[in-house]
């Protein structure tokens, strides 16, 4: 692996992947034989809302996105669309997915594999910020204003 892969925080990439292929086959392996509507419905809701965390998310950043969490010497700060509401809505919908697959498919192996992928994206985060805060200076006031993953809560 490169050391520019490494530095940009790579090995976060290649975790946040494996995990997401644990949930996608434990959704198709471990699902309930038995289905609960409310369950499927939700399920259905958690990725409704993760599509549109994502779009706005993706709209939001443009040319600034980028699979790793480093930012690169060329990243701008985005603060509006989506991100004045969270810092890490393409994580947050990434996570809702997770969770709705889940719910879905009604597998609790999945569901188990979800909540570690929460973990997992906030201590990814923790880390972005990190370097998003050598970077700008003007972030440390953007975390005090903006909720990492949910509006006005969390």
């Known amino acids: ?15 946040q992947s494996l995990l997401l292929l ?10 309930a034989a038995v289905k609960s509507l409310p369950l499927f419905i939700g399920g ?7 599509a549109i965390c994502s779009v706005a998310g993706l709209l939001a950043l443009g ?15 985005v603060q509006h669309g989506i991100y004045a509401l969270i810092r890490h809505p ?7 997915a997770a969770v709705g697959s889940s719910l879905l498919f009604q597998s609790w192996p999945a569901s188990v594999a979800s909540a570690v992928l929460g973990i997992f994206f906030d201590a990814k985060a923790r880390h972005e910020e990190y370097w998003l805060r050598q970077q700008f200076p003007e972030y440390a006031n953007y975390e005090r204003r903006v909720r990492r993953f949910i509006p006005w809560v969390h």
């Not at 259905?44 to 993760?50: D, G, K």
């Not at 393409?90 to 809702?96: G, K, P």
């Open 1 to 15: 692996m490169s050391n520019s892969f490494v530095h940009r925080g790579g090995w976060w990439v290649i975790g």
């Open 22 to 31: 644990a949930i996608a086959g434990l959704d198709l392996t471990g699902h």
């Open 44 to 50: 259905l809701v958690l990725i409704a809302a993760a």
């Open 63 to 77: 040319r600034n996105l980028t699979p790793f969490p480093k930012p690169s010497a060329k990243t701008e700060l």
């Open 90 to 96: 393409l994580y947050t919908s990434v996570f809702c």
